[in-house]
């Protein structure tokens, strides 16, 4: 099993990046996909969420942090096992690292990866 996230990087305030997390080694349209931050002395927070829409008639459904609604989205291509988290309109308290989570929600089953450092500053 792998994630490997790519895209992370230095970013002035208000810019934005684009997050990539590669899937393998396991059914990727089966797992609900998150992406997770950890910045220096805190704890790990979840940023975004994506379910795989199979669990649900509707569809795939999102959830957000309240710090990044409206500035963040996450989307997932099941046909690429590739999950992304575009961010726009980037603010210091950003900084973090990113790290992409899988989970089969049945088994709570989790995977990680080994997280992309994200900088905003000027």
């Known amino acids: 099993v792998q994630l490997v996230e790519s895209g992370g990087g230095l970013v002035q305030p208000g810019g934005s990046l684009r997050l990539s997390c590669a899937a393998s080694?396991?059914?990727?349209?089966?797992?609900?996909m998150s992406w997770y931050r950890q910045a220096p002395g805190k704890e790990r927070e979840l940023v975004a969420a994506?379910?795989?829409?199979?669990?649900?008639?509707?569809?795939?459904?999102?959830n957000y942090a309240d710090s990044v609604k409206g500035r963040f989205s996450i989307s997932r291509d099941n046909a690429k096992n590739t999950v992304y988290l575009q961010m726009n309109s980037l603010k210091p308290e950003d900084t973090a690292v990113y790290y992409c989570?899988?989970?089969?929600?049945?088994?709570?089953?989790?995977?990680w990866g080994q997280g992309t450092q994200v900088t905003v500053s000027s």
């Open positions: 080694g396991f059914t990727f349209s089966s797992y609900v």
């Open positions: 989570n899988a989970r089969f929600v049945l088994t709570n089953t989790d995977y």
């Open positions: 994506i379910t795989s829409g199979s669990e649900i008639s509707a569809g795939e459904m999102t």
